[in-house]
């Protein structure tokens, strides 16, 4: 606190009336707070000392723009991934410019977090602002969706606790215990700001990662929960998120108009941020046309599966969309339900409730762990597909047969 | 500091006295509702209010001559009992055409009429004709959570609000949701959940139910309000029978100790599923559509497992039993020397489970030093429910006008839709399908 280094939030011009008021404690201020970490990089740079389990990340909440698979450019509330930037530099001013870095730099989905059980994670949010929507001054807030034992002050409710005001940073902690498929979303104003996009994956990797088991015949080192005998085993994992968005409800939100909540249908159906066939794009999306958010990239999540004859497949399946329910389908191969809501399907005594199945339905905030198996026999270029049965979000807006749907390679 | 010492001399009272509370569960703990084994409904038509200043003609179940409820009379009855409902249809409708048949299923219950009072044929009950009545009889055999509402022209009827909710209690007792020890509860609190869309209301309060057909609502439906039990929020949050909420009596204000079983009574009360999320912590699922999801009789809900999210289904009921400590957190929730004197306290584990005796509070964490530095006053938004502390049971200064509603210092936790446009009152958010889990410090009375 004493070393706290303040910056303006739009440049220069607010920099020295911030400074007068540098006597005050933490008035708007970025703060990035991680355990060895001396330059507020929420990273061990050489000289530090990153202390054992211990995870950091500094996460930016502002606006910024996307692609549709259809080429419209959509506006989009979210979360960039700032860690990495020197947030505390020693004087002569070094750091990093993180208000611009953060500034339309929203990502969606938000950058995906994993974590190992056992970690120590310090989640730092830095509140950058809206750039396109001056007359708000919403406060963000992180919600780790399913966290158990939660305490309200690192929940993220904004009526339950507290949220962060622009330019300012508040550090989330969060003591990893418990593995499995969680999500996480900004809480505040949270239909409006989960529709707007402030969604992302996050999982944690079981303690029994590293040790191996044979299940089947194979052996893993890699698994879902921890089940003592190796059946939630995989080769590959892909986290999947389901989410959509209605366009007329975020072309509202960029041109400042009242905002349709009655109304809200969803148009642009999505699998980590995309719409068919870009689900399938291995890298990133280009940024959006028209330099309109500076020439970042905002879509940097894939959702194509690749995998070996014989080898098992996690998906990490989770919705975060705002408006209705979603079945997404298996084309070709099954799917074991290993996992429900970052929970083992198991019953209290150990009874095994793992199902096989063709099709998982998810709400808002549930998640389910599912295991392919790709047969031993498939051939190299085999295509099966991941895609919701409710057949009408098969759609990018207008264009047809695409949204919901992903592809499942045999390499 | 103050609060703190009123908590530990509670604590100490604990030891003292309350074994004889916890003998007979505290009827706050308790689901409201009517209790017997014969039951007067009546069908008759109110007015519902919701937040956003909106009020619709709802056509609801009464307790006998008492005003229309949405949602009707929560039915409590003891496993094996002999169940008698007399159902009377006092509905008046605008319009030329006549008042409507009513009737009442009870799924998962075999029902048979009086052959004194069998009212008149339907297609999945028998009914009651306008001015007329109809007496169903049932055994409650299995104990559970159960749902009731019209068989007569359902699609309409229950959106115009003939539904309700039946407990049957099992004969190990009133604080057990199932005969089996796993099954125990502290405490219980109703999930109804519904949905409604207004134009229908509208179309039947001006011109008649006969008027609906031709609007196409029913098959085009498009609900804009969202409730638990009978309320949206914030009123999911006011008293029980508060007087400007007549004809909806129920609130849905879980609350609970660190430490309690609170069992949450899910209900799907309208035509869409819901993915009902609480925050805090898992729930254990152990029981779906009144039948405990157990592998043999009397093996217990071996066959249940924990959620955060319940799918909650129309016409289903889910039984879950949600509790909280704050294990693990790996900070003490009550703090620690290191932030101040004041928060001195013990964790004493006489029983080496790694909770304190009285408290629950978790000890391997006891003492654990807050892990971060909050920011200043100024960068910060409150909500209404802040204490002003990280810490259970404690409540510190905020700047003026912010927190007030969390007296006690409690946690509070979003119960709420996960599909998170159910949360709003037509434009307005917050609101609809929402409350909010207290989660108060030991000690702190719950009424």
């Given at each position: 606190?004493?070393?706290?280094?303040?910056?303006?939030?739009?440049?220069?011009?607010?920099?020295?009336?911030?400074?007068?008021?540098?006597?005050?404690?933490?008035?708007?201020?970025?703060?990035?707070?991680?355990?060895?970490?001396?330059?507020?990089?929420?990273?061990?740079?050489?000289?530090?000392?990153?202390?054992?389990?211990?995870?950091?990340?500094?996460?930016?909440?502002?606006?910024?723009?996307?692609?549709?698979?259809?080429?419209?450019?959509?506006?989009?509330?979210?979360?960039?991934?700032?860690?990495?930037?020197?947030?505390?530099?020693?004087?002569?001013?070094?750091?990093?410019?993180?208000?611009?870095?953060?500034?339309?730099?929203?990502?969606?989905?938000?950058?995906?977090?994993?974590?190992?059980?056992?970690?120590?994670?310090?989640?730092?949010?830095?509140?950058?602002?809206?750039?396109?929507?001056?007359?708000?001054?919403?406060?963000?807030?992180?919600?780790?969706?399913?966290?158990?034992?939660?305490?309200?002050?690192?929940?993220?409710?904004?009526?339950?606790?507290?949220?962060?005001?622009?330019?300012?940073?508040?550090?989330?902690?969060?003591?990893?215990?418990?593995?499995?498929?969680?999500?996480?979303?900004?809480?505040?104003?949270?239909?409006?700001?989960?529709?707007?996009?402030?969604?992302?994956?996050?999982?944690?990797?079981?303690?029994?990662?590293?040790?191996?088991?044979?299940?089947?015949?194979?052996?893993?080192?890699?698994?879902?929960y921890n089940d003592g005998d190796g059946s939630t085993g995989y080769d590959k994992d892909y986290p999947i998120q389901i989410g959509s968005m209605d366009s007329a409800f975020h072309n509202a939100s960029l041109t400042v108009q009242p905002l349709p909540f009655a109304l809200m249908e969803d148009d642009y159906p999505m699998l980590n941020g995309r719409g068919y066939p870009d689900t399938v794009n291995p890298a990133a999306l280009p940024p959006?046309?028209?330099?309109?958010?500076?020439?970042?990239?905002?879509?940097?999540?894939?959702?194509?599966?690749?995998?070996?004859?014989?080898?098992?497949?996690?998906?990490?399946?989770?919705?975060?969309?705002?408006?209705?329910?979603?079945?997404?389908?298996?084309?070709?191969?099954?799917?074991?339900?290993?996992?429900?809501?970052?929970?083992?399907?198991?019953?209290?005594?150990?009874?095994?409730?793992?199902?096989?199945?063709?099709?998982?339905?998810?709400?808002?905030?549930?998640?389910?762990?599912?295991?392919?198996?790709?047969?031993?026999?498939?051939?190299?270029?085999?295509?099966?597909?991941?895609?919701?049965?409710?057949?009408?979000?098969?759609?990018?807006?207008?264009?047809?047969?695409?949204?919901?749907?992903?592809?499942?390679?045999?390499? | 500091?103050?609060?703190?010492?009123?908590?530990?001399?509670?604590?100490v009272t604990v030891l003292g006295g309350v074994f004889m509370v916890l003998l007979a569960v505290n009827a706050g703990a308790m689901i409201q509702g009517i209790t017997g084994t014969s039951f007067n409904l009546t069908a008759t038509t109110g007015h519902i209010s919701t937040p956003d200043s909106g009020s619709y003609l709802i056509w609801g179940y009464a307790n006998g001559a008492g005003l229309a409820q949405y949602p009707g009379p929560t039915?409590?009855?003891?496993?094996?009992?002999?169940?008698?409902?007399?159902?009377?249809?006092?509905?008046?409708?605008?319009?030329?055409?006549?008042?409507?048949?009513?009737?009442?299923?009870?799924?998962?219950?075999?029902?048979?009429?009086?052959?004194?009072?069998?009212?008149?044929?339907?297609?999945?009950?028998?009914?009651?004709?306008?001015?007329?009545?109809?007496?169903?009889?049932?055994?409650?055999?299995?104990p559970g959570t159960y749902t009731y509402y019209s068989g007569t022209d359902s699609a309409l009827q229950v959106e115009m609000g003939l539904i309700g909710a039946m407990i049957v209690r099992p004969a190990s007792g009133a604080n057990y949701a199932y005969n089996h020890p796993d099954t125990q509860f502290d405490r219980e609190t109703l999930f109804l959940l519904s949905e409604m869309d207004p134009r229908i209301h509208q179309v039947v309060e001006?011109?008649?139910?006969?008027?609906?057909?031709?609007?196409?609502?029913?098959?085009?439906?498009?609900?804009?309000?969202?409730?638990?039990?009978?309320?949206?929020?914030?009123?999911?949050?006011?008293?029980?029978?508060?007087?400007?909420?007549?004809?909806?009596?129920?609130?849905?204000?879980?609350?609970?100790?660190?430490?309690?079983?609170?069992?949450?009574?899910?209900?799907?009360?309208?035509?869409?599923?819901?993915?009902?999320?609480?925050?805090?912590?898992?729930?254990?699922?152990?029981?779906?559509?009144?039948?405990?999801?157990?592998?043999?009789?009397?093996?217990?809900?071996?066959?249940?497992?924990?959620?955060?999210?319940?799918?909650?289904?129309?016409?289903?009921?889910?039984?879950?039993?949600?509790?909280?400590?704050?294990?693990?957190?790996?900070?003490?929730?009550?703090?620690?020397?290191?932030?101040?004197?004041?928060?001195?306290?013990?964790?004493?584990?006489?029983?080496?489970?790694?909770?304190?005796?009285?408290?629950?509070?978790?000890?391997?964490?006891?003492?654990?030093?807050?892990?971060?530095?909050?920011?200043?006053?100024?960068?910060?938004?409150?909500?209404?429910?802040?204490?002003?502390?990280?810490?259970?049971?404690?409540?510190?200064?905020?700047?003026?006008?912010?927190?007030?509603?969390?007296?006690?210092?409690?946690?509070?936790?979003?119960?709420?839709?996960?599909?998170?446009?159910?949360?709003?009152?037509?434009?307005?958010?917050?609101?609809?399908?929402?409350?909010?889990?207290?989660?108060?410090?030991?000690?702190?009375?719950?009424?």
């Amino acid at each position: 606190m004493t070393t706290k280094r303040r910056y303006s939030l739009m440049g220069a011009t607010l920099g020295g009336f911030l400074a007068m008021l540098a006597p005050l404690p933490g008035y708007a201020a970025i703060n990035v707070q991680c355990p060895g970490d001396t330059n507020g990089s929420a990273t061990w740079d050489a000289g530090e000392v990153q202390p054992p389990n211990t995870k950091c990340m500094h996460l930016g909440a502002g606006d910024g723009f996307i692609t549709m698979a259809d080429g419209a450019t959509q506006y989009i509330f979210g979360f960039s991934d700032l860690t990495g930037l020197v947030t505390k530099p020693v004087p002569p001013d070094t750091g990093d410019d993180v208000m611009m870095e953060g500034m339309l730099g929203a990502s969606f989905p938000a950058p995906p977090i994993m974590l190992d059980e056992g970690d120590e994670f310090y989640l730092t949010l830095t509140n950058v602002g809206m750039m396109m929507r001056p007359d708000l001054f919403d406060p963000h807030s992180v919600h780790y969706h399913g966290f158990p034992e939660a305490a309200p002050i690192f929940d993220g409710v904004p009526d339950a606790s507290i949220s962060i005001n622009m330019g300012s940073s508040l550090t989330y902690y969060y003591k990893i215990n418990d593995p499995g498929t969680y999500m996480y979303h900004c809480h505040v104003e949270a239909t409006e700001h989960m529709q707007m996009g402030m969604l992302g994956n996050l999982y944690v990797r079981p303690v029994q990662d590293g040790t191996t088991y044979t299940y089947g015949g194979r052996d893993y080192t890699k698994f879902a929960y921890n089940d003592g005998d190796g059946s939630t085993g995989y080769d590959k994992d892909y986290p999947i998120q389901i989410g959509s968005m209605d366009s007329a409800f975020h072309n509202a939100s960029l041109t400042v108009q009242p905002l349709p909540f009655a109304l809200m249908e969803d148009d642009y159906p999505m699998l980590n941020g995309r719409g068919y066939p870009d689900t399938v794009n291995p890298a990133a999306l280009p940024p959006p046309a028209g330099n309109v958010n500076g020439g970042k990239a905002s879509q940097k999540e894939s959702s194509l599966i690749e995998a070996a004859p014989g080898e098992r497949v996690l998906l990490r399946i989770s919705n975060l969309n705002v408006t209705r329910f979603y079945t997404l389908a298996t084309l070709g191969v099954d799917m074991t339900v290993v996992g429900m809501n970052a929970k083992l399907l198991r019953g209290p005594d150990g009874k095994d409730l793992y199902y096989k199945t063709n099709s998982v339905t998810l709400g808002g905030g549930e998640s389910v762990d599912a295991i392919i198996e790709i047969p031993v026999d498939a051939a190299a270029g085999t295509k099966y597909f991941l895609y919701t049965t409710n057949l009408n979000y098969l759609s990018n807006n207008t264009e047809p047969f695409g949204g919901m749907m992903t592809e499942i390679r045999v390499n | 500091m103050q609060t703190r010492v009123i908590r530990r001399a509670l604590q100490v009272t604990v030891l003292g006295g309350v074994f004889m509370v916890l003998l007979a569960v505290n009827a706050g703990a308790m689901i409201q509702g009517i209790t017997g084994t014969s039951f007067n409904l009546t069908a008759t038509t109110g007015h519902i209010s919701t937040p956003d200043s909106g009020s619709y003609l709802i056509w609801g179940y009464a307790n006998g001559a008492g005003l229309a409820q949405y949602p009707g009379p929560t039915i409590i009855v003891n496993e094996g009992d002999q169940v008698q409902v007399k159902l009377t249809n006092s509905l008046t409708v605008a319009g030329a055409g006549p008042a409507p048949n009513v009737s009442i299923v009870f799924p998962g219950q075999h029902v048979v009429v009086s052959p004194t009072d069998p009212g008149i044929p339907g297609i999945l009950a028998n009914e009651a004709a306008p001015g007329g009545t109809v007496t169903y009889q049932f055994t409650a055999a299995k104990p559970g959570t159960y749902t009731y509402y019209s068989g007569t022209d359902s699609a309409l009827q229950v959106e115009m609000g003939l539904i309700g909710a039946m407990i049957v209690r099992p004969a190990s007792g009133a604080n057990y949701a199932y005969n089996h020890p796993d099954t125990q509860f502290d405490r219980e609190t109703l999930f109804l959940l519904s949905e409604m869309d207004p134009r229908i209301h509208q179309v039947v309060e001006t011109f008649g139910p006969d008027a609906v057909a031709a609007t196409g609502y029913l098959a085009n439906y498009f609900p804009v309000l969202w409730f638990i039990n009978g309320r949206a929020a914030p009123d999911t949050m006011a008293d029980n029978g508060v007087p400007w909420l007549p004809n909806q009596p129920y609130n849905c204000m879980p609350m609970m100790n660190p430490g309690d079983r609170l069992l949450m009574r899910v209900i799907g009360g309208g035509r869409d599923m819901h993915p009902f999320h609480f925050h805090g912590n898992h729930a254990r699922v152990i029981a779906r559509d009144g039948r405990l999801l157990e592998s043999t009789p009397g093996a217990g809900p071996d066959l249940s497992h924990e959620l955060f999210t319940i799918q909650s289904q129309p016409g289903s009921t889910v039984d879950a039993i949600f509790g909280w400590t704050g294990q693990g957190l790996g900070w003490d929730i009550y703090g620690s020397p290191a932030e101040g004197p004041e928060y001195v306290h013990e964790c004493m584990d006489m029983d080496n489970d790694d909770f304190d005796d009285m408290t629950h509070e978790y000890c391997p964490d006891h003492y654990k030093p807050f892990p971060v530095t909050l920011p200043g006053s100024l960068e910060l938004t409150f909500g209404g429910f802040y204490s002003g502390s990280p810490f259970l049971g404690l409540v510190q200064s905020l700047p003026p006008g912010e927190g007030g509603m969390n007296p006690n210092g409690g946690y509070t936790y979003m119960w709420h839709s996960h599909t998170e446009k159910e949360m709003v009152n037509y434009d307005i958010f917050p609101g609809g399908m929402m409350t909010m889990l207290i989660i108060e410090a030991p000690g702190v009375m719950i009424h």
